[in-house]
Nanobody, 124 residues
Framework: QVQLVESGGGSVQSGGSLRLSCAASGLLYSVYTMAWFRQAPGKEREGVAAISNGGGNTIYTDSVKGRFTISRDNAKNTLYLQMNSLGPDDAAMYFC?????????????????WGQGTQVTVSS
């Protein structure tokens, strides 16, 4: 079955950086759209970034543009999220997710498979 396992979360001071990883198995990784979502306590889940199957297309929510970079290594079946200039508003549980189509990229309702999440804490 499809399995997504996130790692790389942790606690960082405001202005710091983290790199999240998501290891995928049980699917033909190279044909799937991959994405990162986040959810903070008391807030709705938010699409952060998505990347097409070949990595040639990316999309970001406005609040992370210029600070976050999504990438993937299809040889390693791994998705990444480089997060720079982190602020308190970035603190959340971060999830990776996947689906086949490159449509509605930041709408979590359209994704079929999800990881368990990795926690990001930002202290000011």
């Amino acid at each position: 079955q499809v399995q997504l396992v996130e790692s790389g979360g942790g606690s960082v001071q405001s202005g710091g950086s983290l790199r999240l990883s998501c290891a995928a198995s049980g699917l033909l990784y190279s044909v799937y759209t991959m994405a990162w979502f986040r959810q903070a306590p008391g807030k709705e889940r938010e699409g952060v970034a998505a990347i097409s199957n070949g990595g040639g297309n990316t999309i970001y929510t406005d609040s992370v543009k210029g600070r976050f970079t999504i990438s993937r290594d299809n040889a390693k079946n791994t998705l990444y999220l480089q997060m720079n200039s982190l602020g308190p508003d970035d603190a959340a549980m971060y999830f990776c997710a996947t689906k086949r189509l490159w449509t509605s990229q930041l709408d979590g309702r359209t994704y079929n498979y999800w990881g368990q999440g990795t926690q990001v804490t930002v202290s000011s």
